[in-house]
């Protein structure tokens, strides 16, 4: 991959050249812009998005109810 940088570690068996012909890797498409990455607009970006429902829990926001809040992840965790 020109130019990328891969989060692969470089002990990574899936970086082992004796695959190199049947392998590929590739990034998370839906992660691989910064503005998708790091952007503080919880609209556009996960960082945004992980900070705000940090601050949804800390502040109570939706009843202190995580299954209602737009931006917790795996919602079924807190579920009954």
């Known amino acids: 991959m020109r130019g990328a940088r891969l989060s ?3 002990d990574s068996p899936l970086l082992d050249p004796e ?10 498409f839906a992660s691989g ?3 998708t990455r790091l952007s503080v ?3 556009k970006g996960m960082a945004g998005r992980t900070a705000q429902a940090l601050i ?3 502040e109570g926001t939706y009843g202190g109810d995580p299954t209602k809040m737009p931006y917790v992840v ?7």
């Open 8 to 10: 692969t570690p470089p």
């Open 19 to 28: 695959i190199a012909d049947r392998m590929r890797l590739f990034h998370h």
């Open 33 to 35: 812009a910064q503005i």
């Open 41 to 43: 607009d919880p609209d």
């Open 56 to 58: 949804d829990v800390l």
């Open 74 to 80: 795996n919602k079924e965790a807190f579920g009954e």
